[in-house]
T-cell receptor, first 113, second 114 residues
Framework: AQSVTQPDIHITVSEGASLELRCNYS??????LFWYVQSPGQGLQLLLK??????LVQGIKGFEAEFKRSQSSFNLRKPSVHWSDAAEYFC???????????FGKGTMLLVSP | GAGVSQSPSNKVTEKGKDVELRCDPI?????LYWYRQSLGQGLEFLIY????????KSGLPSDRFSAERTGGSVSTLTIQRTQQEDSAVYLC????????????FGPGTRLTVL
């Protein structure tokens, strides 16, 4: 069965500092991987997705993620965090872009001044 | 273009009542999904519609939950005889059905069962 682990429930980062959110997955074949962001009271917004090819993918809002098959990881990064990035971030895995997804429990990002 | 819309945005009901939640997917999207987001449980898959195929109902938690999709577009999730543990945010998503596509989510319906 597929699963996703986001080891950090909360992370606090100073504004302007770099960010890395961790995601580890368990999946038997080549996974389709996604990062979504959810602001309070909002739905999920797609940040980026990985299907194949280049293991470093660029997304919206200056985010990027790197797929590392050997580590079963798909960590999300941003070089300089803005206060507006404070939100909850979800990593998800599935067998394709249109199949049902398995989500991690989420990581809440807090940005300090 | 218009995104996924859901109604109502909030629903408060009494235990034992039936509720209907509506989802309007992105125009042209053939795949539609319902997820539930609750404290401590994260995001759980409920049901998946793809074109004219039989829906994947494997995530429905009980037979009190059902969903239909009319005309390959709008979907309604129905919860009968609501229980307090049904309180959650119900999220709908749609996808173009292309293997390289992604799911796009609506704003959700927050259901509170008193």
């Amino acid at each position: 069965a597929q699963s996703v682990t986001q080891p950090d429930i909360h992370i606090t980062v100073s504004e302007g500092a770099s960010l890395e959110l961790r995601c580890n997955y368990s999946y038997g074949a080549t996974p389709y991987l996604f990062w979504y962001v959810q602001s309070p009271g909002q739905g999920l917004q797609l940040l980026l997705k990985y299907f194949s090819g280049d293991t470093l993918v660029q997304g919206i809002k200056g985010f990027e993620a790197e797929f590392k098959r050997s580590q079963s990881s798909f960590n999300l990064r941003k070089p300089s965090v803005h206060w507006s990035d404070a939100a909850e971030y979800f990593c998800a895995v599935g067998p394709s872009g249109y199949s049902t997804l398995t989500f991690g429990k989420g990581t809440m990002l807090l940005v300090s001044p | 273009g218009a995104g996924v819309s859901q109604s109502p945005s909030n629903k408060v009901t009494e235990k034992g009542k039936d509720v209907e939640l509506r989802c309007d997917p992105i125009s042209g999207h053939t795949a539609l999904y319902w997820y539930r987001q609750s404290l401590g449980q994260g995001l759980e898959f409920l049901i998946y519609f793809q074109g004219n195929s039989a829906p994947d109902k494997s995530g429905l938690p009980s037979d009190r939950f059902s969903a239909e999709r009319t005309g390959g577009s709008v979907s309604t999730l129905t919860i009968q005889r609501t229980q307090q543990e049904d309180s959650a945010v119900y999220l709908c998503a749609s996808s173009s059905g292309d293997p390289r596509s992604a799911q796009y989510f609506g704003p959700g319906t927050r259901l509170t069962v008193l």
